[in-house]
C-alpha cells in the first residue's frame, strides 16, 4: 500500500508527526469558557477519539502529574511545550504530543492540576469535581492525561462514582499503592485498569489487578493471548486484561517509534485522526499553534 505524502509530515529529526494534529485542532467550547469565565472550575473536554460526546474527559499535566510512570515517562515543559523523556523510558506517552504542540492544552491541564492542589482536601477535591463535571456527560474519563498524584486525589474521585450511581467513570493508572489501600471501597459504577510499565507493577500480580499493557504490534498482542482495545470499551465493559498498541509520535529511530510508523502507515492504531475531536476551532488560538508547531518541526 503506498503511502499518502499528504497524511503525515516529519521533524527535522525525521519523527513521523501526522497532519490530522494540525488538521482536526479544535478548540473545546467549555474548556475556553472555562478557562477565561469560570476559572475556579475545572476544565473538561466533551467526547474523545474514540466514544463520543457522551465522555467527559478530564487531563492533567503529563508526566508532571504521573508520579509512578516509569517506561512510558515523558513530560513538557509547561512554558516552551519541549518533551522530555524519562531515564527508562521506551515509548512515549501519547498524551505528551498535543501538550508539546499547543498552548493551550497545557494551559487546560496545568489550570486543573492547580486548582485540585490547592484544594488540598478530599472534601473540597470532591466539591471541584463534582461542580466541573459536564451535565450531558453519561461517561467519564478521568486522567486521559496525567494519574492520581495523592492519596487524597484518588479518594476524591471514588467519592464522586459513589455519588454519581447513574455515570460509568473509568480510566487507567499507575498509582496503584493509592489503589491496593482502597480494594474494598470501589464503587461499582469506577472501573479502573492498572496500566503497566510503572515503579510498581509488582502489586499488579500480588492483588491481581485487571491490567492493560502498551503492545508494539498486532503479533504481539496475538502471541500473548490478549486482545486489543481500539475503543475505549473495553476499560469499562470487559472483564479481563488487554492490550492497547501504541500511539502517538515517538522518538526517531526508537524501536517505539518504528512501530508507530508501521501501525500508522498500515494498520489500525491507537487513537486515530479524530483525537482532537472534542476541541472546537477558534481563530484566535489557531494562528499561534500553527507558528509553535512550526517551531516544533524546526527545533526537533
Request: aromatic fraction near 14%; charged fraction near 25%; charge should be positive.
Amino acid at each position: 500500500m503506498p503511502e499518502k505524502k499528504s497524511q503525515v509530515i516529519y521533524s527535522k529529526e525525521g519523527e513521523l508527526v501526522p497532519l490530522f494534529f494540525l488538521k482536526k485542532l479544535e478548540i473545546h467550547k467549555q474548556s475556553s469558557k472555562m478557562l477565561s469565565m469560570n476559572e475556579k472550575r475545572l476544565s473538561f473536554g466533551l467526547g474523545n477519539a474514540k466514544l463520543g460526546k457522551r465522555v467527559a474527559v478530564f487531563s492533567l499535566p503529563s508526566g508532571h502529574a504521573c508520579l509512578f510512570a516509569k517506561l512510558c515517562k515523558a513530560s513538557a515543559d509547561r512554558v516552551t511545550g519541549k518533551v522530555s523523556d524519562g531515564p527508562h523510558s521506551q515509548f512515549r506517552c501519547f498524551a505528551t504530543v498535543p501538550e508539546t504542540l499547543f498552548k493551550i492544552v497545557r494551559e487546560s491541564r496545568w489550570h486543573n492540576w492547580e486548582l485540585l492542589k490547592a484544594a488540598r482536601t478530599m472534601k473540597n477535591m470532591v466539591a471541584l469535581i463534582t461542580c466541573s463535571i459536564p451535565s450531558s456527560a453519561t461517561h467519564i474519563r478521568f486522567n486521559a492525561s496525567g494519574d492520581f498524584f495523592s492519596q487524597n486525589y484518588f479518594d476524591a474521585w471514588l467519592e464522586v462514582a459513589k455519588n454519581d450511581p447513574s455515570r460509568i467513570y473509568y480510566g487507567y493508572s499507575k498509582a496503584l499503592p493509592f489503589w491496593v489501600k482502597r480494594l474494598d471501597k470501589i464503587p461499582s459504577n469506577f472501573h479502573l485498569v492498572a496500566s503497566m510499565g510503572g515503579t510498581h507493577d509488582y502489586l499488579i500480580e500480588k492483588y491481581n489487578l485487571r491490567n492493560a499493557r502498551v503492545v508494539f504490534s498486532e503479533g504481539e498482542a496475538k502471541l500473548l493471548g490478549l486482545p486489543i482495545d481500539h475503543t475505549d470499551e473495553h476499560v469499562w465493559n470487559y472483564p479481563g486484561n488487554f492490550c492497547v498498541l501504541i500511539h502517538g509520535t515517538q522518538p526517531k529511530g526508537s524501536d517505539a517509534g518504528k512501530a508507530w510508523y508501521k501501525i500508522f502507515k498500515f494498520g489500525r492504531g491507537g487513537y486515530k485522526s479524530d483525537y482532537f475531536a472534542h476541541y472546537e476551532k477558534n481563530k484566535s488560538v489557531f494562528s499561534p499553534m500553527v507558528h509553535r508547531f512550526s517551531s516544533f518541526l524546526r527545533a526537533a
